[in-house]
């Protein structure tokens, strides 16, 4: 068996965040242009944890539509998704090494919620109008809600020594898959599927009129924006949805001129689906899975979530269910399925293991790719 690592609490956070511990210096702190055009003291810190991670200035501003995205997005995995997603299509346009990272401040809960109603609750509503004589099938059909949330994220840069300044923003819209209704009050639930060619079309209609919108606002009329299309999961979904499509609008611009694909898909491990892009790590998964049963049958179910970019693999997360409770116990299932990730699994591949019972988080283990070890915590030993 691979010699196996053990790792603090304290080091736990930073090490799910990043491929590298990061490097200390002292934080310094600068003169911050509001949206107000008001200036305030922010502090840029000095740990980057990875050079593909944002530094976020301090201190930490909510969101001005913070609590939105809870109640309009179905699922947990989608509200985590629709906020990584962005920042992972932001990347392309606002580096990392050069841009800071902050909670949207320009889009309000007032403003989103108007936004997201439909056209003749709200002259300002994005979503199709509906008529007083159609019944709720004929409104599932011809006029569902396509847009749930709006995301935004803020990317500041230094314009002086001891000065930042919004540089650039981004805009995820999320969109619906499914279309939840009643056809009486108090009613049963149906849900009706909405076509992605719908999706996609009325999702690229509605970001040409924010982006209209975003350059009539004070501060957004010559920063660069960025904005991707977001399609969510039904309400019973346990994998996240994707951004399928980003475009970025040149500095000072009022119109998308084109659409970039985006290529991503969370697959549900172990899977039915028997095509080749999967067949391999499914057939990891499983070897997996049947040597933990030889020895270890107190829990309840594994199951793997496979993050594909352009067909690839890039990240495997397992969660893993048990009943016992006994620390030395653990510690021993630990150990060993910790040596099995690292021979089931091939070496390129990310892996993330969490181990979980009624009492809360048991056991972390995490193979960084082409790491000759693994990570482990055991959290309260």
Known sequence: MNRLRFIPAMLVTAMLAGCSLPSLSKDSSVVQTTTKDKEETTIIPSMQIDDQYYRTLLPYKESASRGLIVSNINTKYDVKEAESGLLRLSQQAFDPDKYFFQEGQYLDKDTVTSWLARGNQDPEGLNPKETKNMTPDERAKKAPIYLAHIVEQNYLQKTGKNKVKLAGISIGLALNSTYYYQKEEYGATYDEPIDMSMIESQGKKMASQVVKRLRQIDGLSEVPITVGLFKQQSK????????????????????????????????LFPTSDSTNKYRDINENFNYFKQDIDKYFSNYTNIVGTGFYQNNKIKKLEIQIPIKFYGT???????????G??????????EIEVNVTSVNGPEALVVKEANADEPYIHIYND
């Open 340 to 349: 099995e990730v690292m021979d089931q699994f091939p070496k390129g591949l």
């Open 328 to 338: 030395s116990e653990i510690i021993g299932f630990t150990q060993y399925m910790a």
């Open 236 to 267: 019973s979904a346990i994998t996240p949805g994707t951004y399928f499509a980003y475009t970025d609008v040149d500095k000072g611009s009022a119109s998308i001129k084109s659409w970039k694909k985006v290529n991503e898909k969370y697959v």
